[in-house]
């Protein structure tokens, strides 16, 4: 099946440093997800993309569609404890209703 | 309160031993869908359903069985657990299967399955 590339595997940071993660794929996807996922939880979705281009907040977060469809950003400003968690892009294609690909993650650490 | 229950939450079993994981969702929600988690690779899907006797195959659904009778239950079934199904599986749900409500995937609390 499609593979998703997500990286960094890790971060390790320093409390109020910004974070960058990406996402990237060998196919083109229609919407481009962004979950985290807190110890001992099932993933919250955080931001959802549906177009090439698209720059999106959710409070100190914001991702981006890249304009080729094939990748994805996510930043995170300012972090803070409560950021700690693993961070997983996932992709949906249009033409196949029901199937989601997932990057296998980016464990945060953020140090106090 | 609106949520995904899976049960069990902890099970170790030995290997060939039938077992099920249940899912339930009292959102009435029209998709649902099973995961598994291992470490670096992320979450594979297994299986799918868009409505009520309508599943489809992820990524990963050999070994795996799965039945929709009713909207709000998804049930896992292994008919004969194998070591490698050792995993972390979650169960997860959205409103629509189109539309943007549909990328609102609520997932369940997760269950650790050891197969010995």
């Known amino acids: 099946g499609q593979q998703l590339n997500q990286s960094p595997q890790s971060m390790f940071i320093q409390e109020g440093e910004d974070v960058s993660m990406n996402c990237t794929s060998s196919s083109i996807f229609n919407t481009w997800l962004w979950y985290k996922q807190d110890p001992g939880e099932g993933p919250v979705l955080l931001i959802a993309l549906y177009k090439a281009g698209e720059l999106t907040s959710n409070g100190r977060l914001t991702a981006q569609f890249g304009i080729t469809r094939k990748d994805s950003f996510l930043n995170i400003s300012a972090s803070i404890p409560s950021d700690v968690g693993i961070y997983f892009c996932a992709g949906r294609m249009n033409t196949n209703a029901g199937k989601s690909t997932f990057g296998d993650g980016t464990t945060l650490t953020v140090k106090p | 309160e609106a949520q995904v229950t899976q049960n069990p939450r902890y099970l170790i079993t030995v290997t060939g031993k039938k077992l099920t994981v249940t899912c339930s969702q009292n959102?009435?929600?029209?998709?649902m869908s099973w995961y598994r988690q291992d470490p670096g690779l992320g979450l594979r899907q297994i299986y799918y359903?868009?409505?009520?006797?309508?599943?489809d195959k992820g990524d990963v659904p050999e070994g795996y069985k799965v039945s929709r009778k009713e909207k709000r239950n998804f049930p896992l079934i292994l008919e004969s657990p194998s070591p490698n199904q050792t995993s972390l599986y979650f169960c997860?749900?959205?409103?629509?299967?189109?539309?943007?409500?549909?990328?609102?995937?609520?997932f369940g609390p997760g269950t650790r399955l050891t197969v010995l």
């Open positions: 997860a749900s959205s409103p629509r299967t189109s539309g943007r409500a549909y990328n609102e995937q609520f």
């Open positions: 359903s868009m409505n009520v006797e309508v599943t």
């Open positions: 959102m009435n929600h029209e998709y």
